[in-house]
């Protein structure tokens, strides 16, 4: 996790440590002395806090709201094939929601395991609430074929 904020969010980010009451500090080349984690954008904090869900959630299941929040476009699809490298590494189930079309395509494109992407869309029938299901290799032939966009499918 700390390569990603290195590579992705800031090049200066040396290490990150817990020091009391759930207060991280961070190790950073620019900023002295160690300052507070949440001096830091939304967008580091939040793939911090995903990073670090792994390690509490190992062995089973980790649900994630809304993934994109916080998160610039140009990130997710390295940030969602570090997620599957994490559940892997950690084996832990994940299920995120998202209304967001570049997130689901995160995950189809970032050329990581995608036999073990499903993404189901709920739709209304009446008084009945439908689950479609779609398996990840069909979808990604879908979304190249004609930029299927599940939010809106049928």
């Known amino acids: 996790m700390l390569q990603f904020l290195r590579d992705f969010l800031d090049v200066d980010l040396k290490s990150v440590e817990l020091v ?13 002395p160690s300052p507070d984690l949440s001096s830091f954008g939304d967008g580091l904090q939040r793939a911090f806090q995903i990073g670090l869900l792994f390690g509490g959630a190992e062995g089973g299941v980790l649900l994630i709201d809304e993934l994109e929040n916080a998160l610039h476009t ?19 189930q994940v299920f995120i929601t998202t209304h967001s079309k570049e997130t689901v395509d995160a995950f189809l494109f970032n050329e990581y395991r995608i036999e073990d992407v499903v993404a189901y869309r709920l739709e209304r029938d009446g008084e009945t609430t439908l689950a479609r299901r779609h398996q990840g290799s069909s979808l990604i032939q879908a979304v190249r074929a004609v930029d299927l966009d599940i939010r809106w499918s049928k």
């Open 74 to 92: 140009s990130l997710l699809i390295d940030f969602t094939k570090l997620i599957q490298q994490l559940a892997v590494e950690f084996n832990v």
């Open 20 to 32: 009391r009451d759930h207060r991280f500090t961070v190790t950073h080349a620019q900023r002295v």
